[in-house]
């Protein structure tokens, strides 16, 4: 799934806020869901705008940012 087909950010839509594609639901939604000890499922059942593909999908592009990220330099 690209991108874009999972979040964007619109100024027109709560502010630039990233959202889900097709939704006004914030992608922090899941985030904060997910930190809370909640599962993917309960996040879809308060957020049924969202698609399953999308969250995963989500979570998947998370990973994929944090795991390219240049790792910090040695201490010293």
């Given at each position: 799934?690209?991108r874009?087909?999972v979040?964007h950010?619109?100024p027109?839509?709560l502010?630039?806020?990233?959202?889900?594609t097709?939704?006004r639901?914030?992608?922090d939604?899941?985030i904060?869901?997910?930190r809370?000890g909640?599962?993917?499922d309960?996040f879809l059942?308060?957020?049924p705008s969202v698609?399953?593909e999308?969250?995963?999908?989500?979570l998947?592009?998370?990973?994929?940012?944090?795991?390219a990220?240049e790792?910090?330099?040695?201490?010293?």
């Amino acid at each position: 799934m690209k991108r874009e087909d999972v979040f964007h950010r619109d100024p027109e839509i709560l502010g630039g806020t990233p959202v889900f594609t097709g939704t006004r639901v914030p992608v922090d939604s899941l985030i904060q869901h997910l930190r809370h000890g909640k599962r993917i499922d309960e996040f879809l059942d308060d957020f049924p705008s969202v698609e399953r593909e999308q969250a995963e999908a989500f979570l998947q592009l998370a990973e994929e940012s944090v795991l390219a990220e240049e790792p910090p330099p040695p201490a010293t």
